[in-house]
């Protein structure tokens, strides 16, 4: 089953423009973190975040958390067309330590 | 350091017929995880293996099962493979016991095509 869901589905902007990505997630969660993927290939680690913090920031990429919400969000600023992926979020839930539960993923579109 | 590894990348089956798929972790991660993640979709976990036992099973049918062997390589075998079982498959290590609390390290896959 999947435990979030991205929103939007897919975003298309141009380079030099700031990309929004929305996770959603349903039970009490550990951490949560953010994968990129190319092509349809492996999966990239980008940042992972712990329930008890609001933010945190890694280059260009700025991650938020709202755990009342159940709610997190990936901002990648100055976007580049090298940045076009599928972008996922993924959650280490409280209850279960052994795997992580993933989102369907938004596919970013990064125009020159 | 040579990242995860997962052989063979590519891969034709006809329904019916039973697959194996090989994994080895990052020197020193003694967890793998697998992973099936069908077009369009989200990775759906399927097994970790940590130490050579099974720490963890997804919602898969016993016709998946895997193994980790002494040097934490592992492998998935998938039996009477269905035209449903076409995804690409994930392996996945990471440093410690909880795979869910870490970072995971992703194989490149490998795309499993059932005819």
């Known amino acids: 089953s999947q435990q979030g869901e991205e929103d939007p589905q897919a975003l298309s902007i141009q380079e030099g423009e700031n990309a929004t990505m929305n996770c959603s997630y349903k039970?009490?969660?550990?951490?949560l973190q953010w994968y990129r993927q190319n092509s349809g290939r492996g999966l990239v680690h980008l940042i992972l975040i712990r329930s008890n913090e609001r933010e945190k920031h890694s280059g260009r990429l700025r991650v938020t958390l709202d755990t009342s919400k159940k709610s997190s969000s990936l901002l990648i600023t100055a976007s580049r067309a090298a940045d076009t992926a599928s972008y996922f979020c993924?959650?280490?839930?409280?209850?279960?330590?052994?795997?992580?539960?993933w989102g369907l993923g938004t596919s970013l579109a990064v125009n020159p | 350091d040579a990242g995860v590894t997962q052989s063979p990348t590519h891969l034709i089956k006809t329904r019916g017929q039973q697959v194996t798929l090989r994994c080895s972790p990052i020197?020193?991660?003694?967890?793998v995880s697998w992973y099936q993640q069908v077009l369009g979709q989200g990775p759906q976990f399927i097994f970790q293996y940590y130490e050579k036992e099974e720490r963890g099973r997804g919602n898969f049918p016993d016709r998946f099962s895997a193994r980790q062997f002494p040097n934490y390589s592992s492998e998935l075998n998938v039996n009477a493979l269905l035209l449903g079982d076409s995804a690409l498959y994930l392996c996945?290590?990471?440093?410690?016991?909880?795979?869910?609390?870490?970072?995971?390290?992703f194989g490149q896959g490998t795309r499993l095509t059932v005819v």
């Open positions: 996945a290590s990471s440093s410690t016991y909880n795979a869910g609390n870490t970072e995971a390290f």
């Open positions: 020197s020193g991660h003694k967890s």
């Open positions: 039970t009490s969660i550990n951490n």
């Open positions: 993924a959650t280490g839930n409280a209850g279960n330590n052994r795997k992580l539960i």
